[in-house]
């Protein structure tokens, strides 16, 4: 039995190879559960070819409230091509639908009558339009879930829901049991509100999670008869209602796991951050993990260290890592050859500076830079000819902030990319 609850601090799993160009494609069309249009923007690996013989796992991606489509599209694509480019994942497509709607910016990927029937856009219209589109495996052993925040507990929970339609999940960030997150997430609601004491008013406005609630409500206790078309959780008093919370409860990961007959035919992965900024995220998180230990159901849950609710490359790295061998059966390669070496940085961690060590098989062109979490170039160290040999370069930063920082090697068509951290 696999069952793991792992420490993660921030890292990154890519040897030295030529890197990839995947390429981003935007399409829409009407699904019949909706009825209106929808947006989705497609990773297409480098080779795609519309009218070719291959055929590729897909990945459908969920993204976060007040996201579209696009979002996290670089961190996305980075990972991927990186991945794809070192072997240590077979090239895949992934979807990424849009979820945004009116009026609490969006739909926590259920059928709901307020928000529409979002669940089955993505488990039936969506991968019937894509399979009719792309070129992907039409079999659910190569289809997955994953999504971050409201997309997490939209992946998890669809994928429980429909065991026989994918193979694996990953959820980034999510509210995996109500049961344990509710209770340390009321209070901060109550604190928005603009009495000090009972009897409270809850308003769209209020603050972010009172504005939270309302956008789970419409997704999980819709009431179009009701102020706000939902019925809200918590009565003036700031009890939560026991007979809507029973409504919740039917979209909760951790009850449905409960309710699932073993063995539970799904690869599982989640993570969180331990510094996530949402009241009960993380505990949530972990207690979703103890449950699925005690039904004895196989997972994989990493807890990341100097983590916030936010995704960063290393949860898709880590993310695509898992889903690419449940999909293939392939553990990621753990050393190519190729024309560069990038050493680990010293030291590292580092206050001021640290030094960046690399050697070049061949001559070529050579550079060296370094990029935030973001994706913003924080630096170029490096961007000349060089001849074949061992070298070094210094990475002053006085003016950076502290965090965790990618140091990017190219030359030629082979790349190498590792991290260090900045404390201060």
């Known amino acids: 039995m696999k069952i793991f609850a792992c420490v993660f601090g921030l890292f990154l799993i890519i040897p030295v190879i030529a890197f990839a160009d ?46 579209t489509h696009t979002q996290d599209s670089w961190a996305t694509k980075f990972a991927l091509d990186s991945l794809i480019s070192s072997q240590q994942i077979q090239p895949v497509i992934v979807v990424k639908p849009d979820g945004w709607c009116q009026p609490y910016n969006g739909c926590m990927w259920v059928n709901s009558e307020f928000y529409g029937d979002y669940e089955d856009f993505v488990v039936y219209d969506l991968v019937n339009f894509i399979e009719s589109s792309f070129c992907v495996v039409s079999d659910p052993e190569y289809r997955c879930l994953a999504g971050h925040s409201m997309g997490a507990g939209g992946s998890m929970r669809i994928a429980l829901e429909h065991t026989d339609r994918y193979k694996a999940v990953a959820s980034h960030a999510g509210f995996q049991d109500l049961q344990v997150a509710l209770p340390m997430f009321v209070p901060e609601a109550l604190e928005e509100c603009p009495e000090s004491e009972p009897p409270y008013t809850y308003d769209w406005g209020n603050g972010s999670y009172t504005n939270a609630l309302f956008l789970s409500a419409g997704g999980y206790s819709p009431n179009l008869n009701a102020p706000d078309s939902v019925d809200f ?14 409504l919740w409860e039917l979209f909760n990961p ?9 063995p539970v035919d799904l690869d599982i992965f989640f993570d969180c951050g331990v510094n996530d900024e949402w009241a009960g995220v993380y505990a949530c998180n972990c207690g979703y993990s103890d449950t699925l230990a005690a039904l004895g159901i196989e997972h994989v849950f990493q807890s990341l260290e100097s983590t916030t609710h936010q995704m960063n490359i290393n949860r898709f790295i880590q993310e695509f890592l898992f889903l690419g061998e449940a999909m293939t059966g392939i553990e990621a390669a753990s050393e190519l050859s190729a024309g560069v070496l990038l050493e680990p940085a010293f030291p590292n961690p580092f206050s001021n500076s640290t030094t960046f060590c690399f050697q070049l098989m061949e001559p070529g062109r050579t550079v060296l830079q370094v990029f935030d979490l973001s994706g913003r170039l924080v630096e170029t160290l490096l961007n000349e000819e060089l001849q074949a040999g061992s070298f070094s370069a210094v990475f002053s930063a006085e003016d950076c902030c502290p965090g965790i920082y990618l140091y990017r090697l190219q030359s030629g068509s082979s790349v190498q990319i590792q991290r260090c951290i900045m404390l201060k």
């Open 22 to 67: 995947g390429t981003w494609s935007d399409t829409s069309f009407v699904p019949l559960s909706l009825g209106f249009e929808r947006w989705m923007r497609i990773y297409l690996p480098e080779g795609y070819d519309p009218g070719g013989s291959i055929d590729y796992p897909v990945i459908y991606w969920l993204h976060a409230w007040g996201g």
């Open 233 to 246: 959780i918590l009565d003036e008093n700031g009890m939560i209602i026991d007979s809507v919370y029973a």
């Open 254 to 262: 951790a009850h449905m796991v409960k309710e699932m007959s073993p």
